[in-house]
């Protein structure tokens, strides 16, 4: 019998690991507007963490040899549908693993952001391949509520 009460045990405890992880991060489409012979993107997830922090990340897959470094991938806020002006980060951390790929190889990159603002309307507008001439413009999305406190605010 204690053999079965610490295996039923050990499954609650992975389910909620697993609902935990599944509640923090919301996968969201990586929306492609210039598209790059070098590779795509896939697996976007966004969190927005409160009104001036976004935590973000996306594999990037190659579709060919290519030296990946920290300077590869670049973002700003910016809203797609209009003219106003893109919102660049004040503070960013992200990480991915540098050094050379071929083609079928991925990469994982994920950014803990903070911006003045986020403004309604405004999606995350990644460059990616961005020290090439055959860059990777993709978007995600950005919530428009986060968890306060406990509290859902809008």
Same mark, same amino acid.
């Given at each position: 019998?204690p053999?079965?009460?610490l295996?039923?045990?050990?499954?609650k405890?992975?389910?909620l690991?697993i609902l935990a992880?599944?509640?923090? #991060?919301?996968?969201?489409?990586?929306t492609? @507007?210039?598209?790059?012979?070098?590779?795509?993107?896939s697996?976007c #997830?966004?969190?927005?963490? /409160?009104g001036k922090?976004?935590?973000?990340?996306?594999?990037?897959? @190659?579709k060919?040899p290519?030296n990946?470094q *920290?300077k590869s !991938?670049?973002?700003v806020?910016?809203?797609?549908?209009?003219?106003?002006?893109p919102?660049?980060?004040?503070?960013s951390?992200?990480?991915?693993?540098?050094?050379?790929y071929?083609a079928?190889?991925?990469?994982?990159?994920?950014?803990t952001?903070v911006f003045s603002?986020?403004?309604?309307?405004?999606?995350n507008?990644?460059t990616a391949?961005a /020290?090439n001439?055959?860059?990777l413009?993709?978007?995600?999305? !950005?919530?428009?509520s986060?968890e *306060?406190?406990g509290?859902l605010v809008?």
């Amino acid at each position: 019998m204690p053999i079965i009460n610490l295996f039923v045990s050990m499954l609650k405890t992975l389910l909620l690991a697993i609902l935990a992880v599944s509640v923090l #991060s919301v996968a969201v489409p990586c929306t492609t @507007f210039g598209p790059s012979k070098n590779g795509n993107a896939s697996d976007c #997830s966004i969190v927005r963490v /409160d009104g001036k922090t976004i935590q973000w990340g996306a594999v990037i897959n @190659f579709k060919l040899p290519y030296n990946w470094q *920290e300077k590869s !991938i670049d973002n700003v806020l910016a809203d797609m549908g209009s003219p106003r002006l893109p919102i660049n980060p004040d503070k960013s951390q992200c990480t991915t693993k540098t050094g050379s790929y071929k083609a079928g190889d991925k990469v994982l990159v994920n950014c803990t952001q903070v911006f003045s603002a986020i403004p309604a309307g405004y999606s995350n507008v990644i460059t990616a391949f961005a /020290d090439n001439d055959y860059t990777l413009g993709f978007s995600t999305k !950005i919530p428009l509520s986060f968890e *306060e406190e406990g509290n859902l605010v809008k």
